[in-house]
């Protein structure tokens, strides 16, 4: 859902049996208002937390590794403690994520091996297993682990 805690997302938590929520935000402040705003909001329609990605965490130069925190450094794993949620994984931003895309084609199937696409990678599996452990009638009718997940 889009971010914010407006009426419909409270209507479409109330009205749709939700499996769970994934939380995800930049680190800066101002996107971590939203994001305690929408995890609270699930919690009082009673849909459980599965965690939080932070989106962006940080921009790596490709041409000599420096790591810039473009957002601020570790807002939503701040947030996550605070709001005893589990951390699910942090995206770098990255030019690649943006050009495939675009093109249509996910990072994780253009570039499997780059560290985006195995951020993305642990991300999915963590929601999987996480789905696995809710009670039976949470669960969603998921036919398999996700791709490249082992």
Do not use: W
């Not at 800066?28 to 962006?56: S, T, W, Y």
């Not at 957002?71 to 947030?79: C, I, P, S």
Request: aromatic share 4%.
């Amino acid at each position: 859902m889009p971010p914010g805690t407006g009426d419909a997302q409270i209507s479409i938590g109330q009205r749709l049996t939700l499996s769970g929520a994934v939380i995800i935000s930049t680190p800066q402040d101002v996107a971590l208002i939203d994001a305690r705003r929408g995890a609270n909001m699930f919690r009082k329609i009673n849909v459980p937390l599965l965690g939080i990605v932070e989106n962006m965490s940080h921009y790596e130069c490709p041409a000599c590794g420096y790591k810039e925190h473009i957002f601020g450094e570790e807002g939503a794993l701040r947030t996550a403690e605070a709001m005893k949620m589990d951390v699910l994984g942090q995206v770098p931003l990255q030019l690649a994520i943006r050009e495939t895309s675009d093109a249509g084609t996910p990072i994780v199937a253009h570039q499997p091996d780059s560290a985006s696409a195995q951020a993305y990678q642990r991300i999915s599996t963590l929601i999987y297993d996480k789905l696995q452990q809710l009670p039976t009638q949470l669960q969603p009718p998921l036919l398999g682990r996700p791709s490249g997940v082992t």
